[in-house]
């Protein structure tokens, strides 16, 4: 039987990815930048403040010899995305990848959160994600090749996190949801879609990193013996979005040391 020849040619020498919250100190997307830029590819980095962004930039082209850009940019302002997404595309190698990693996390519960904070994380994590993702799709579909990849949260599949509420795990579920889609929807155009839905990782994101009580009580539901690092997240970021990950589409990669199974 012939076998189909791996299509390692549609890739790009040095692809281009852009990874969405990537400017706080200890958080995922920071060492998704380094991860990504280690492995030789070009990185666009955005967040809210353009300092840090532009500083990130710096210091992955100076670790890793890759071109870098960093870009403040507000993902809920769908102007600034649009502005930003033809900005990387002007002055980076080809986009191959996107990160949907910003986000926002919600701790109220249901019966006391406020309109204006279950919009906010609405506005963050399901529209930024959807004006980051469609302005990037137009450079995927040009080049017939593209990855997406939406961080969730093992929030969403379980029905709230350590910290996580309804408007959290709403929001997150989204995501979800939004992949399966655009697989179906996008696969015609060399675009896959996936997700991947992190457990607790030790980030700063619920507000300061994790203390050594509430590591004692996680570790009780991780098969695993450990809490998550940026690095596990990182690294299955990669995969998803690297040459190896092409054949898989619409999927979520569950980086949670086992705390939830399904
Ligand atoms: N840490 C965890 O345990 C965990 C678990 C599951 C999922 N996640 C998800 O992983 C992603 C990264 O989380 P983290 O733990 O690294 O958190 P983090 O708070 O360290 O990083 C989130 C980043 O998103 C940025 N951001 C927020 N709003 C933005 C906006 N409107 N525009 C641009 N950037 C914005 C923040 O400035 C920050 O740098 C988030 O989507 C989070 O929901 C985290």
Not at 92 to 118: C, D, H, K, R, Y
Not at 159 to 165: E, K, L, S
Not at 223 to 240: E, K, M, S
Request: with cysteine; charged share 20%.
């Amino acid at each position: 039987m012939a076998v189909t020849p791996y299509p390692a040619s549609d890739f790009p020498r040095q692809p281009a990815a852009l990874v969405t919250g990537a400017a706080s100190e200890r958080g995922i997307g920071r060492a998704t930048a380094h991860r990504l830029a280690r492995e030789g590819w070009a990185v666009a980095v955005m967040d809210l403040d353009e300092a840090a962004c532009e500083a990130l930039a710096h210091e992955l082209s100076q670790t890793h010899g890759v071109p870098a850009l960093g870009l403040g940019v507000d993902i809920s302002n769908e102007q600034q995305v649009i502005d930003a997404l033809a900005q990387v595309d002007a002055e980076l190698p080809q986009l191959v990848g996107v990160v949907n990693n910003a986000g926002i996390s919600s701790p109220t519960p249901f019966t006391e959160v406020s309109t204006e904070e279950w919009k906010r994380v609405f506005d963050v994590n399901v529209h930024g994600t959807f004006f980051v993702t469609r302005e990037a799709v137009k450079i995927f579909r040009r080049h017939s090749l593209g990855r997406i990849v939406n961080i969730s949260s093992a929030s969403a599949e379980r029905g709230g996190g350590v910290y996580g509420r309804a408007a959290y795990s709403g929001s997150k579920a989204a995501l979800l949801g939004f992949a399966k889609t655009w697989a179906r929807e996008l696969g015609e155009y060399g675009i896959t879609a996936n997700s991947v839905a992190p457990g607790s990782i030790d980030t700063d994101i619920m507000g300061g990193r994790l203390t050594d009580e509430r590591k004692e009580v996680l570790l009780q539901e991780l098969p695993v013996g450990r809490v998550g690092t940026v690095d596990d997240v990182a690294g299955a970021i990669h995969f998803l979005l690297g040459r190896d990950g092409g054949y898989l589409t619409g999927v979520t990669l569950d980086v949670n040391g086992g705390s939830h199974i399904h």
